[in-house]
Nanobody, 123 residues
Framework: QVKLVESGGGLVQPGGSLTLSCVASELPFSIYGMNWDRQAPGKEREWVATITGNGGIKTYSPFSEGRFTISRDNAKNTVYLQMNNLKPEDTAVYYC????????????????WGQGVQVTVSS
């Protein structure tokens, strides 16, 4: 049974940093693209970033590029999201997902989801 478990969230002041982790189990990790989405209360889910199975292609949403970095360690079945210069509008529940990617490095289908982790940016 595939399971994705996120960790590393919490409360941080504007301008601060957090690194999220997502550990996958029972998944052929290296052939799956990994993805981060987020959702704030009352708002639609937003795409944050995606990384291909071998880490060769990384793509970012406009709000995350330049501030966030997605990476993975296939030996540990783990994907990371390093978030710098956080802003109050980054406050959301962040979800790790897994799925195959297309030639551009985008997720074709979100086959598996983690439970989500809260990130709160506030002064």
């Amino acid at each position: 049974q595939v399971k994705l478990v996120e960790s590393g969230g919490g409360l941080v002041q504007p301008g601060g940093s957090l690194t999220l982790s997502c550990v996958a189990s029972e998944l052929p990790f290296s052939i799956y693209g990994m993805n981060w989405d987020r959702q704030a209360p009352g708002k639609e889910r937003e795409w944050v970033a995606t990384i291909t199975g071998n880490g060769g292609i990384k793509t970012y949403s406009p709000f995350s590029e330049g501030r966030f970095t997605i990476s993975r360690d296939n030996a540990k079945n783990t994907v990371y999201l390093q978030m710098n210069n956080l802003k109050p509008e980054d406050t959301a529940v962040y979800y790790c997902t897994a799925g195959y990617t297309d030639y551009r490095g985008h997720i074709y289908e979100h086959d598996y989801w983690g439970q989500g982790v809260q990130v709160t940016v506030s002064s």
